[in-house]
């Protein structure tokens, strides 16, 4: 048993989506999340610049003592994964993408036309349809980039007409053309959007990674014996900027949910880089 938080981090708001999901799922343990706020998107920076802002978020975290790191964030992901693997040895580190990418591959057949939508970078990367078709290559896989939803997430803009536009300018020609029946939301900041897809796109079953993420969290807290015995005592939230629409969509992630969610202010200053 250990009582050590695990560290949960994103490149701002949207790694909150799949907080709920872990305090619900394992209710004992307690985390550490931290949210870039003041330097998102991360989804158009270059790799260099990626990697050297998550490092700097992971030496926080470590120091911290965390047990575990979990990346809420495809870009990051589809970035530096496996360079975090060899940099953070002896932590277990979750990325977000395989257990959905396993979750496309184990339910579907060849018979099914999967989109997948995320940052430029998660992309580029084709970071999904890579690890999809490691466990399935019969499937007929589709991406499509959607560099504006992420800033107007971040701006609080999610039940509005601009972003139903943003969904129909990005979507309605890929869906189209592609007869999806499925579509993968490869960035933690999409579920915010989702009721706005699945109100354009009722045909489309929508497949969350924020939500499979938490069976290979449980997975390797088992595996390494490492669930938390004692009643956990509060989870503590650092985000990089405080701003009002920031403040608003926790209220939004977490205003259905029996969950206190305090944030404290980090001065990105004191990070050392390495």
């Known amino acids: 048993m250990d009582n050590r938080p695990i560290g949960i981090f994103d490149s701002g708001v949207g790694g909150l989506t799949a907080v709920p999901h872990i305090m619900r799922r394992l209710p004992k343990e307690r985390l550490i999340?931290?949210?870039d706020t003041a330097r998102t998107p991360y989804g158009s920076k270059a790799?260099?610049?990626?990697?050297?802002?998550?490092k700097q978020i992971v030496d926080f975290l470590l120091n911290k003592n965390v047990k575990m790191l979990v990346i809420a964030c495809n870009t990051i992901t589809?970035?530096?994964?496996?360079?975090l693997l060899e940099y953070c040895k002896g932590v277990p580190v979750i990325g977000i993408i395989e257990p959905a990418a396993k979750k496309v591959a184990r339910e579907h057949n060849s018979s099914n036309h999967i989109g997948i939508i995320g940052t430029k970078v998660t992309i580029q990367q084709k970071t999904y349809i890579k690890n999809i078709s490691k466990y399935n290559q019969d499937l007929n896989l589709y991406d499509k980039a959607c560099p504006i939803f992420v800033p107007l997430i971040e701006e609080g803009i999610i039940d509005h007409g601009i972003m139903e536009l943003s969904v129909k300018h990005y979507l309605d020609e890929f869906v189209q053309e592609n007869s999806l029946d499925t579509l993968v939301l490869g960035c933690t900041h999409y579920p915010l959007i989702q009721p706005t897809i699945e109100k354009l796109y009722p045909q489309l079953q929508i497949i969350d990674p924020s939500f499979e993420i938490v069976h290979s969290i449980h997975t390797a807290l088992s595996e390494g014996n490492l669930f938390a015995e004692n009643p956990k005592t509060e989870s503590i939230f650092y985000a990089s900027d405080l701003s009002e629409n920031f403040m608003n969509m926790i209220n939004s992630i977490f205003g259905k949910e029996s969950v206190k969610v305090d944030f404290k202010n980090f001065d990105l200053d004191i990070l050392d880089c390495k």
């Open 33 to 35: 999340y931290f949210g």
């Open 47 to 54: 790799k260099s610049t990626i990697t050297s802002f998550t």
């Open 78 to 83: 589809a970035t530096c994964l496996d360079e």
